[in-house]
Protein backbone atom coordinates (compact mmCIF):
# COMPACT_ATOMS: atom_id res chain seq x y z
CA UNK A 1 0.00 0.00 0.00
CA UNK A 2 1.31 3.34 -0.45
CA UNK A 3 1.61 6.47 2.04
CA UNK A 4 -0.96 8.70 1.62
CA UNK A 5 -0.95 12.73 0.21
CA UNK A 6 0.18 15.09 2.27
CA UNK A 7 -3.68 16.95 2.63
CA UNK A 8 -3.90 13.61 5.08
CA UNK A 9 -3.36 13.83 8.04
CA UNK A 10 0.46 12.90 9.79
CA UNK A 11 0.83 9.29 10.66
CA UNK A 12 2.54 10.10 13.06
CA UNK A 13 -0.80 11.86 14.66
CA UNK A 14 -2.26 8.68 13.87
CA UNK A 15 0.08 7.17 16.00
CA UNK A 16 -0.75 9.60 18.59
CA UNK A 17 -4.36 9.60 18.33
CA UNK A 18 -4.50 5.78 18.56
CA UNK A 19 -2.89 6.53 22.11
CA UNK A 20 -5.03 8.64 22.93
CA UNK A 21 -2.65 11.05 23.60
CA UNK A 22 -4.31 13.95 21.32
CA UNK A 23 -6.59 16.96 22.46
CA UNK A 24 -10.01 16.35 22.20
CA UNK A 25 -10.73 18.67 19.54
CA UNK A 26 -8.18 17.35 17.04
CA UNK A 27 -9.25 13.69 18.28
CA UNK A 28 -12.70 14.54 17.25
CA UNK A 29 -11.74 16.08 13.73
CA UNK A 30 -9.44 13.33 13.12
CA UNK A 31 -12.26 10.57 13.62
CA UNK A 32 -14.54 12.54 11.28
CA UNK A 33 -11.92 12.71 8.98
CA UNK A 34 -11.61 8.82 8.57
CA UNK A 35 -15.24 8.13 7.62
CA UNK A 36 -14.43 9.53 4.02
CA UNK A 37 -10.69 9.19 4.38
CA UNK A 38 -9.90 4.95 3.04
CA UNK A 39 -5.93 5.87 3.16
CA UNK A 40 -5.93 7.36 6.59
CA UNK A 41 -8.32 4.79 7.99
CA UNK A 42 -5.80 2.17 6.70
CA UNK A 43 -2.78 3.92 8.61
CA UNK A 44 -4.46 3.51 11.97
CA UNK A 45 -5.67 0.13 11.01
CA UNK A 46 -2.12 -0.75 10.69
CA UNK A 47 -0.79 0.79 14.11
CA UNK A 48 -4.11 -0.77 15.51
CA UNK A 49 -3.11 -4.04 14.42
CA UNK A 50 0.27 -3.55 15.67
CA UNK A 51 -0.37 -2.01 18.90
CA UNK A 52 -3.63 -4.68 20.10
CA UNK A 53 -1.32 -7.34 18.43
CA UNK A 54 1.91 -5.96 21.09
CA UNK A 55 -0.75 -5.76 24.35
CA UNK A 56 -1.66 -9.72 23.14
CA UNK A 57 2.72 -10.36 23.16
CA UNK A 58 2.41 -8.59 26.76
CA UNK A 59 -0.61 -11.25 28.13
CA UNK A 60 1.27 -14.23 27.60
CA UNK A 61 2.10 -15.60 31.30
CA UNK A 62 5.85 -15.58 32.43
CA UNK A 63 6.55 -18.87 33.09
CA UNK A 64 6.39 -19.90 36.45
CA UNK A 65 9.45 -20.34 38.92
CA UNK A 66 8.21 -20.65 42.72
CA UNK A 67 11.45 -21.36 44.18
CA UNK A 68 12.57 -18.21 43.10
CA UNK A 69 9.42 -16.58 44.76
CA UNK A 70 9.68 -17.86 47.59
CA UNK A 71 14.00 -17.06 47.76
CA UNK A 72 12.93 -13.46 45.78
CA UNK A 73 10.29 -12.94 49.02
CA UNK A 74 12.69 -13.92 51.82
CA UNK A 75 15.64 -11.67 50.00
CA UNK A 76 13.50 -8.79 49.86
CA UNK A 77 11.92 -9.55 53.67
CA UNK A 78 15.18 -9.11 55.03
CA UNK A 79 16.08 -6.63 53.16
CA UNK A 80 13.51 -4.47 54.48
CA UNK A 81 14.20 -5.41 58.06
CA UNK A 82 17.94 -4.80 57.66
CA UNK A 83 16.43 -1.41 56.33
CA UNK A 84 14.01 -0.74 59.06
CA UNK A 85 16.91 -1.63 61.89
CA UNK A 86 19.66 0.09 60.62
CA UNK A 87 16.85 3.42 60.67
CA UNK A 88 15.71 2.40 63.77
CA UNK A 89 19.34 2.74 64.52
CA UNK A 90 19.79 6.12 63.30
CA UNK A 91 16.98 7.38 64.79
CA UNK A 92 18.51 6.52 67.98
CA UNK A 93 21.55 7.69 66.85
CA UNK A 94 19.78 11.29 65.59
CA UNK A 95 17.82 11.31 69.08
CA UNK A 96 20.81 11.01 71.03
CA UNK A 97 22.53 13.70 69.52
CA UNK A 98 20.36 16.41 69.61
CA UNK A 99 19.67 15.35 72.94
CA UNK A 100 23.73 15.83 73.89
CA UNK A 101 23.42 18.74 71.24
CA UNK A 102 20.30 20.37 73.15
CA UNK A 103 21.53 19.54 76.80
CA UNK A 104 24.87 21.72 75.75
CA UNK A 105 23.05 24.33 74.49
CA UNK A 106 20.93 24.59 77.73
CA UNK A 107 23.82 24.51 79.88
CA UNK A 108 25.49 27.33 77.72
CA UNK A 109 22.19 29.16 77.95
CA UNK A 110 22.12 28.88 81.63
CA UNK A 111 25.47 29.81 82.38
CA UNK A 112 24.90 32.69 79.88
CA UNK A 113 21.66 33.79 82.57
CA UNK A 114 23.43 32.69 85.80
CA UNK A 115 26.59 34.48 85.30
CA UNK A 116 26.44 37.49 83.34
CA UNK A 117 29.12 39.22 81.52
CA UNK A 118 29.55 41.82 83.95
CA UNK A 119 31.48 39.10 85.92
CA UNK A 120 33.66 38.49 83.27
CA UNK A 121 37.18 38.74 85.23
CA UNK A 122 39.59 40.73 83.85
CA UNK A 123 42.57 38.54 83.35
CA UNK A 124 45.77 39.78 85.38
CA UNK A 125 48.20 42.37 83.47
CA UNK A 126 49.86 44.06 86.11
CA UNK A 127 51.56 46.16 83.53
CA UNK A 128 48.40 47.17 81.15
CA UNK A 129 46.25 49.73 82.49
CA UNK A 130 42.56 50.28 81.47
CA UNK A 131 41.28 53.71 83.06
CA UNK A 132 37.41 54.49 82.30
CA UNK A 133 38.03 58.41 82.70
CA UNK A 134 34.86 59.58 82.07
CA UNK A 135 30.92 59.09 80.60
CA UNK A 136 28.87 61.53 79.21
CA UNK A 137 26.53 61.68 76.16
CA UNK A 138 27.73 64.43 73.18
CA UNK A 139 25.02 65.91 70.61
CA UNK A 140 26.78 66.59 67.35
CA UNK A 141 24.86 68.52 64.84
CA UNK A 142 24.16 65.54 62.40
CA UNK A 143 24.79 62.81 63.79
CA UNK A 144 22.60 61.38 66.73
CA UNK A 145 23.14 61.84 70.17
CA UNK A 146 25.69 59.21 71.80
CA UNK A 147 26.92 57.93 74.98
CA UNK A 148 30.92 58.00 74.50
CA UNK A 149 33.36 56.20 77.07
CA UNK A 150 36.34 57.79 76.96
CA UNK A 151 39.49 55.17 78.10
CA UNK A 152 42.92 55.68 78.64
CA UNK A 153 45.09 52.32 77.85
CA UNK A 154 48.81 52.47 78.99
CA UNK A 155 50.80 49.63 77.89
CA UNK A 156 53.09 49.08 80.17
CA UNK A 157 54.44 45.97 78.39
CA UNK A 158 57.45 44.97 76.62
CA UNK A 159 55.63 44.21 73.94
CA UNK A 160 52.54 45.76 71.89
CA UNK A 161 48.71 45.04 72.88
CA UNK A 162 46.08 44.12 70.31
CA UNK A 163 42.27 45.52 71.22
CA UNK A 164 40.45 43.05 69.39
CA UNK A 165 36.77 43.35 70.87
CA UNK A 166 35.31 46.24 73.34
CA UNK A 167 32.08 45.77 74.80
CA UNK A 168 30.59 48.14 76.79
CA UNK A 169 27.76 47.71 79.58
CA UNK A 170 25.69 50.70 81.24
CA UNK A 171 22.28 50.88 82.11
CA UNK A 172 20.90 51.13 78.57
CA UNK A 173 22.13 47.41 78.54
CA UNK A 174 25.34 45.65 76.99
CA UNK A 175 26.82 46.12 73.47
CA UNK A 176 29.00 45.47 71.36
CA UNK A 177 31.54 48.35 69.50
CA UNK A 178 33.27 47.95 66.34
CA UNK A 179 36.59 47.93 66.90
CA UNK A 180 39.04 49.60 64.06
CA UNK A 181 41.60 47.32 62.55
CA UNK A 182 44.74 49.20 64.17
CA UNK A 183 44.02 49.50 67.49
CA UNK A 184 47.08 48.56 68.73
CA UNK A 185 48.71 49.86 71.66
CA UNK A 186 52.94 49.75 71.61
CA UNK A 187 54.87 48.30 74.15
CA UNK A 188 55.42 51.92 76.26
CA UNK A 189 52.68 53.61 74.79
CA UNK A 190 49.75 55.44 76.52
CA UNK A 191 46.32 55.90 74.13
CA UNK A 192 43.39 57.56 74.41
CA UNK A 193 40.81 56.23 73.07
CA UNK A 194 36.40 56.63 72.98
CA UNK A 195 34.19 54.36 71.96
CA UNK A 196 30.59 55.57 71.64
CA UNK A 197 26.70 53.94 71.33
CA UNK A 198 24.22 55.85 69.82
CA UNK A 199 21.68 56.73 71.99
CA UNK A 200 18.12 58.02 71.30
CA UNK A 201 17.29 62.07 70.57
CA UNK A 202 15.86 62.25 74.35
CA UNK A 203 18.01 60.29 76.41
CA UNK A 204 19.93 61.44 79.22
CA UNK A 205 22.93 59.75 81.36
CA UNK A 206 21.20 57.74 83.84
CA UNK A 207 22.31 57.34 87.31
CA UNK A 208 24.34 53.67 87.58
CA UNK A 209 27.36 51.47 86.71
CA UNK A 210 28.83 52.00 83.29
CA UNK A 211 31.75 49.46 82.09
CA UNK A 212 33.83 48.70 79.76
CA UNK A 213 35.54 45.91 78.81
CA UNK A 214 38.58 44.96 75.99
CA UNK A 215 39.60 42.38 74.98
CA UNK A 216 43.34 41.88 74.22
CA UNK A 217 45.65 39.50 72.44
CA UNK A 218 46.97 38.94 75.78
CA UNK A 219 44.15 39.22 77.89
CA UNK A 220 40.56 41.16 78.57
CA UNK A 221 40.93 44.60 80.35
CA UNK A 222 37.99 45.95 82.40
CA UNK A 223 37.14 49.38 83.73
CA UNK A 224 34.55 51.29 85.39
CA UNK A 225 32.48 54.03 86.78
CA UNK A 226 28.89 54.60 88.73
CA UNK A 227 27.08 57.88 87.74
CA UNK A 228 25.38 58.81 91.16
CA UNK B 1 -2.68 -5.25 36.09
CA UNK B 2 -3.54 -5.11 39.09
CA UNK B 3 -2.97 -2.69 41.77
CA UNK B 4 -1.99 -3.45 45.40
CA UNK B 5 -4.59 -1.83 47.91
CA UNK B 6 -3.23 0.20 50.43
CA UNK B 7 -2.99 -1.99 52.97
CA UNK B 8 -0.95 -4.42 51.31
CA UNK B 9 1.12 -2.15 50.04
CA UNK B 10 1.82 -0.31 53.93
CA UNK B 11 2.57 -4.03 55.23
CA UNK B 12 5.24 -4.42 51.79
CA UNK B 13 6.78 -1.29 53.38
CA UNK B 14 7.08 -3.26 56.36
CA UNK B 15 8.54 -6.22 55.37
CA UNK B 16 5.48 -8.57 55.27
CA UNK B 17 5.88 -11.91 53.31
CA UNK B 18 2.66 -12.71 52.31
CA UNK B 19 2.38 -9.05 51.21
CA UNK B 20 5.61 -9.15 49.05
CA UNK B 21 4.76 -12.30 47.62
CA UNK B 22 1.34 -10.60 46.40
CA UNK B 23 3.70 -7.58 45.22
CA UNK B 24 5.68 -10.31 43.08
CA UNK B 25 2.52 -12.34 42.21
CA UNK B 26 0.81 -8.98 41.03
CA UNK B 27 3.53 -7.59 39.15
CA UNK B 28 6.03 -10.30 37.59
CA UNK B 29 4.17 -11.06 34.61
CA UNK B 30 4.53 -7.43 33.04
CA UNK B 31 8.23 -7.22 34.85
CA UNK B 32 8.91 -10.43 33.04
CA UNK B 33 7.56 -9.78 29.74
CA UNK B 34 9.42 -6.37 29.78
CA UNK B 35 12.19 -7.42 30.63
CA UNK B 36 12.21 -10.63 28.54
CA UNK B 37 11.32 -8.11 25.49
CA UNK B 38 14.58 -6.05 26.28
CA UNK B 39 17.39 -8.25 26.70
CA UNK B 40 16.36 -11.96 25.74
CA UNK B 41 14.97 -14.75 27.16
CA UNK B 42 18.40 -16.55 28.37
CA UNK B 43 18.58 -13.47 30.70
CA UNK B 44 15.18 -12.31 31.70
CA UNK B 45 15.06 -14.27 34.66
CA UNK B 46 17.95 -13.14 36.23
CA UNK B 47 17.31 -9.35 35.35
CA UNK B 48 13.65 -9.59 36.47
CA UNK B 49 15.11 -11.55 39.84
CA UNK B 50 17.40 -8.40 40.03
CA UNK B 51 14.01 -5.93 38.98
CA UNK B 52 12.36 -7.18 42.07
CA UNK B 53 15.59 -7.26 44.39
CA UNK B 54 15.34 -3.19 43.54
CA UNK B 55 11.44 -2.92 43.81
CA UNK B 56 11.68 -4.63 47.58
CA UNK B 57 14.37 -2.48 48.45
CA UNK B 58 12.89 0.69 46.97
CA UNK B 59 9.61 -0.11 48.15
CA UNK B 60 9.40 1.52 51.99
CA UNK B 61 10.31 4.99 49.79
CA UNK B 62 7.49 4.80 47.11
CA UNK B 63 5.60 7.83 47.83
CA UNK B 64 2.32 6.50 45.94
CA UNK B 65 2.74 9.84 43.54
CA UNK B 66 2.06 7.52 40.70
CA UNK B 67 0.19 4.19 40.24
CA UNK B 68 2.55 0.98 41.59
CA UNK B 69 2.73 -0.92 38.39
CA UNK B 70 3.91 2.62 36.26
CA UNK B 71 5.76 2.69 39.67
CA UNK B 72 7.11 -1.08 39.20
CA UNK B 73 7.92 -0.54 35.12
CA UNK B 74 9.63 1.99 35.92
CA UNK B 75 12.19 0.15 38.06
CA UNK B 76 11.90 -2.46 36.05
CA UNK B 77 12.94 -0.03 32.53
CA UNK B 78 16.13 1.01 34.69
CA UNK B 79 17.26 -2.11 35.55
CA UNK B 80 16.94 -3.40 31.95
CA UNK B 81 18.67 0.24 30.76
CA UNK B 82 21.36 -0.50 33.22
CA UNK B 83 21.66 -4.16 32.17
CA UNK B 84 21.60 -3.05 28.46
CA UNK B 85 24.50 -0.26 29.09
CA UNK B 86 26.59 -2.84 30.60
CA UNK B 87 26.28 -5.83 27.75
CA UNK B 88 27.10 -2.94 25.91
CA UNK B 89 24.55 -3.58 23.39
CA UNK B 90 25.03 -0.29 20.88
CA UNK B 91 21.32 -0.87 19.03
CA UNK B 92 20.32 2.79 19.87
CA UNK B 93 23.53 3.70 17.74
CA UNK B 94 22.32 2.15 14.47
CA UNK B 95 18.71 3.88 15.14
CA UNK B 96 17.74 6.12 12.39
CA UNK B 97 16.67 9.36 14.12
CA UNK B 98 14.98 10.00 10.76
CA UNK B 99 11.19 9.21 9.57
CA UNK B 100 10.79 5.79 8.37
CA UNK B 101 9.17 4.92 5.42
CA UNK B 102 5.19 4.10 6.09
CA UNK B 103 4.31 0.51 5.11
CA UNK B 104 1.02 -0.31 5.66
CA UNK B 105 -0.42 -4.11 6.30
CA UNK B 106 -2.60 -5.81 4.18
CA UNK B 107 -6.02 -6.84 5.93
CA UNK B 108 -5.03 -10.31 6.13
CA UNK B 109 -2.07 -9.64 7.69
CA UNK B 110 -4.11 -7.67 10.03
CA UNK B 111 -5.11 -10.53 11.78
CA UNK B 112 -4.44 -11.27 14.78
CA UNK B 113 -3.55 -14.83 14.75
CA UNK B 114 -0.57 -16.93 16.11
CA UNK B 115 1.58 -16.75 12.73
CA UNK B 116 0.63 -12.64 13.15
CA UNK B 117 1.85 -12.33 16.63
CA UNK B 118 4.84 -15.10 16.24
CA UNK B 119 6.27 -12.32 13.29
CA UNK B 120 5.32 -9.82 15.39
CA UNK B 121 7.72 -11.15 18.50
CA UNK B 122 9.87 -11.14 16.17
CA UNK B 123 9.75 -7.54 14.76
CA UNK B 124 9.89 -6.08 18.03
CA UNK B 125 13.46 -8.67 18.98
CA UNK B 126 14.95 -6.62 16.30
CA UNK B 127 13.98 -2.98 17.22
CA UNK B 128 16.30 -0.33 18.69
CA UNK B 129 16.81 -0.53 22.42
CA UNK B 130 14.57 2.59 22.90
CA UNK B 131 11.48 1.78 20.13
CA UNK B 132 11.50 -1.60 21.93
CA UNK B 133 10.84 -0.39 25.15
CA UNK B 134 8.55 2.37 24.19
CA UNK B 135 6.36 -0.34 22.55
CA UNK B 136 6.78 -2.85 25.23
CA UNK B 137 5.55 -0.46 27.88
CA UNK B 138 2.65 1.24 25.64
CA UNK B 139 1.62 -2.27 25.69
CA UNK B 140 0.54 -2.37 29.49
CA UNK B 141 -2.78 -0.27 28.66
CA UNK B 142 -2.32 1.67 31.92
CA UNK B 143 1.15 3.20 30.52
CA UNK B 144 0.21 6.82 29.38
CA UNK B 145 3.08 8.83 27.05
CA UNK B 146 3.59 10.26 30.68
CA UNK B 147 4.15 7.65 32.73
CA UNK B 148 6.04 6.08 29.71
CA UNK B 149 8.47 9.33 28.99
CA UNK B 150 9.43 9.62 33.02
CA UNK B 151 10.30 5.81 33.47
CA UNK B 152 12.07 6.16 30.01
CA UNK B 153 13.60 9.49 31.54
CA UNK B 154 13.15 11.33 28.24
CA UNK B 155 10.38 13.95 27.04
CA UNK B 156 7.24 13.20 26.02
CA UNK B 157 7.44 14.29 22.24
CA UNK B 158 10.37 11.71 22.08
CA UNK B 159 7.78 9.08 23.66
CA UNK B 160 5.42 10.20 20.76
CA UNK B 161 8.15 10.10 17.87
CA UNK B 162 9.93 7.15 18.93
CA UNK B 163 6.16 5.29 19.61
CA UNK B 164 5.61 6.21 15.61
CA UNK B 165 9.28 5.22 14.59
CA UNK B 166 9.02 1.84 15.87
CA UNK B 167 5.11 1.29 14.43
CA UNK B 168 7.19 2.28 11.60
CA UNK B 169 9.48 -0.32 11.57
CA UNK B 170 7.51 -3.14 12.78
CA UNK B 171 5.36 -2.54 10.17
CA UNK B 172 8.14 -2.69 7.38
CA UNK B 173 9.73 -5.69 8.72
CA UNK B 174 5.98 -7.42 9.35
CA UNK B 175 5.79 -6.55 5.42
CA UNK B 176 9.12 -7.90 4.67
CA UNK B 177 9.09 -11.22 6.03
New interface residues.
Partial sequence: ?S?PSPQHYD??EW??YL?G?LPAARRDAMRDHLRDCPPCA??L??????????????Q????A?PQ??TR??????????Q??SWRRWLLWLAAIVSAVILAGLAAALWRGATQPRQATPAVAMPKVQLTLDRVLITRYFVEPPSLEYDVTIHNGDARPLEVIRVIVSDPLGEKERPVAAALRVEAGQTLQRVFSRPIGEDARLQSGRYRILLETSDGRLVAEKVVP | MIELDAETLRRC?????AA??AL??GY???V??LV?RMVGEAEA?DV??ET??A???A??KFEGKSKLSTWVLAVATRVCLMHLRKRRRREISAESTGDE???????S??L?NKE??QR??DA?DRLPENQRMA??L????EM??EEIARAMNCRLDQV??T??RA??R??KF?EGR
Avoid: K
Avoid at chain 1, 45 to 58: D, I, K, N, P, Y
Avoid at chain 2, 138 to 141: G, I, K, L, M, V
Fill in positions: MTPQSADEAIRSFEAVQRGAESLAQPAPQRRLVAIGAAMIAGR | RRGDPLGYDRQPYYRECQFIVFGVAPLTLLSPDALFFLAMVTRSFESYRALFRCLLL
